[in-house]
């Protein structure tokens, strides 16, 4: 088992930044790829970002693409989002999810389905 716990959401003003973390405990998560998702009322959860388990390959939701960095730090066994100029459509709660263990393709890492443990979320509000 593995549980996750997201930190560092909050309210912030259009062009702003937050760094999301997820701190994972229960076993390594050193083989996993590791995710985040998120879901604004009314709508179905989405791809965020996603990160091999080494580290070697990334993947962005256009949308967030050029704006948001995914990393991982396997010694401490979290995973980070860097959010930079952060806009209201942004706003939703984010969900750090690890799954797609030992791939780096495209299809694996991005698809909800592969990811077997969730976090219980941070919510993210970004005013205009």
């Known amino acids: 088992q593995v549980q996750l716990v997201e930190s560092g959401g909050g309210l912030v003003q259009a062009g702003g930044s937050l760094r999301l973390s997820c701190a994972a405990s229960g076993r390594t998560i050193s083989r996993f790829g590791m995710g985040w998702f998120r879901q604004a009322p009314g709508k179905e959860r989405e791809f965020v970002a996603a990160?091999?388990?080494?580290?070697?390959?990334?993947y962005y939701a256009d949308s967030v693409k050029g704006r948001f960095t995914i990393s991982r730090d396997n010694a401490k066994n979290t995973v980070y989002l860097q959010m930079n100029s952060l806009k209201p459509e942004d706003t939703a709660g984010y969900y750090c999810t690890a799954g797609a263990v030992l791939t780096s393709t495209y299809n694996e890492l991005t698809d909800r389905s592969q990811y077997v443990y969730w976090g219980q979320g941070t919510q993210v509000t970004i005013s205009s």
């Open positions: 990160i091999s388990w080494n580290g070697g390959t990334t």
